[in-house]
């Protein structure tokens, strides 16, 4: 079993997203105008809702479609590795996801998605907006560690071990075998 082509288009997407979004909410750290600082945060929230409505069709194709099994000659520790850390990232990814809409929702300044709706529309609450971004920002690198770890793995199965772990997400074309 592979994963279907719209399984790996998903990932990807997703994967190029996420990378984007993170780069947007590094720019949070710095010194910046506000007017700046709104516009990141607005790019930030639109980025997150494309990567939450990418995630919610991610969830149904993999409860359709599945997932290839992992090598016979893979430790165990490795298998139990693999499914902890793909439940870690999706954990994480909803985890963020809530925690960013949330927090949203209590943020003192406007957030406008998709150039026309406000996120921040419920009363500003300080305390309860520090405290689900607190966990956000821990969520957020907590996910950062947990793609390192992730990427790492790829290489180490396609370059080291070199079974077909990686090639299952990578290979978006199918080869006919000629007999020959």
Known sequence: MDYVKSQKIIHWLMAIAIMLDLNIAQKFGGEMELWDRLESR???ATMGLIVTFLFILRLILRYRYGAPSLPSSM????????????????FLMGTLMLTGIISANFASDPI???GSYDLAFANHNADLFLSVRSIHEFCTNAIIALIVIHI???IYHHFIVKDNTTL???KFWTTKYSGK
């Not at 430790?75 to 999706?90: S, T």
């Open 112 to 114: 406008i998605v998709f």
């Open 152 to 154: 790492a793995a790829a």
């Open 168 to 170: 299952n997400m990578t």
């Open 42 to 44: 607005a790019d930030h």
């Open 75 to 90: 430790p165990k520790w490795q298998v139990y590795a693999a499914h902890g850390g793909h439940y870690g990232l999706y």
